[in-house]
């Protein structure tokens, strides 16, 4: 099969669209759910309606590649016949990336951090309406478990911003955070690995794929990598947390350290994503 030279280009774009909306979705569920205090909320709005809206420039990016890769020229970009293939895919998850940054913007611009709940909601959703979930032959309840896997990943991601300890932060501000997302982390993180699991294989269309396709592969190296996360997040709720409480100079540099693994870890598991779903596709579909 002959490379697509746009092939490098969209994994940029993807790329940018998991970041700038994880993030997004991230922080906003941060505001919303308390992780970070009242004071500095506003500041975590903002940033959350910064990133959505990366987001949505991102999502809208991946229209005119897709109308370049079907049409095979620039000329294909505005083509009204390739546009009429091109954006009934992209338009419904291009919709909810839009309504979730629209959500965030007055989230921010009102102080409703309660809003930003339900835009982090609408930015995971816009991952459940397309992609590899859609193509399968009976989609079932797998296109919404991705869009709860991207959610659940959201609130996992964003912890490096939220929790880093800032010297700007007091012991006792940086131990609160750390104690209120690690009583939800507990809960909903293992089910962020079962979901994900289920997910590749059923993409992959079975174990056997899931260990021989190069696609399977890579999905299993980020299940690895997710594994890997897992692991170093109950370390820090099990050991950081203790030290931040009993020895908060210590505990403040074992926090920055697993955090900036956290944050190498998440770019990894990105990555292997975007490579999966570039570069390869699932082998029975």
Request: proline letters at 5%; aromatic letters at 10%; glycine letters at 8%.
């Amino acid at each position: 099969m002959e490379a697509d030279p746009l092939a490098p280009a969209l994994l940029a774009v993807k790329l940018g669209l998991y970041v700038s909306a994880l993030l997004a979705a991230g922080l906003g569920l941060h505001a919303s759910m308390q992780i970070v205090e009242r004071g500095d909320r506003a500041r975590a709005l903002r940033s959350a309606a910064w990133f959505g809206g990366a987001a949505l420039v991102f999502a809208m990016l991946r229209l005119p590649i897709a109308n370049v890769q079907l049409g095979g020229s620039l000329n294909s970009i505005f083509d009204p016949a390739t546009l009429s293939w091109t954006w009934p895919a992209l338009a419904p998850s291009s919709v909810a990336f839009a309504l979730g940054a629209g959500l965030l913007f007055i989230a921010w611009l009102f102080q409703r951090s309660a809003l930003a709940g339900f835009a982090s909601i609408a930015l995971a959703a816009g991952f459940a309406l397309t992609g590899h979930t859609q193509a399968l032959e009976q989609p079932g309840l797998a296109p919404w478990a991705a869009g709860l896997h991207v959610l659940i990943a959201a609130f996992w991601i964003a912890a490096p911003i939220t929790l880093w300890p800032h010297a700007s932060l007091s012991d006792q501000i940086v131990l609160a955070r750390s104690e209120r997302f690690s009583r939800l982390a507990l809960f909903i993180i293992p089910l962020l690995f079962v979901i994900g699991l289920w997910l590749a294989v059923l993409l992959a269309g079975g174990v056997n794929a899931l260990l021989t396709s190069a696609y399977g592969q890579l999905l299993a190296a980020k299940l690895a990598v997710a594994g890997a996360a897992l692991a170093l997040g109950a370390y820090n709720k099990q050991i950081v947390t203790r030290k931040l409480r009993d020895a908060p100079t210590e505990g403040r540099r074992a926090l920055h350290t697993t955090l900036t693994f956290d944050a190498f870890l998440f770019a990894s598991a990105l990555i292997l994503v975007g490579i999966a779903t570039t570069f390869t596709g699932p082998p029975t579909h």
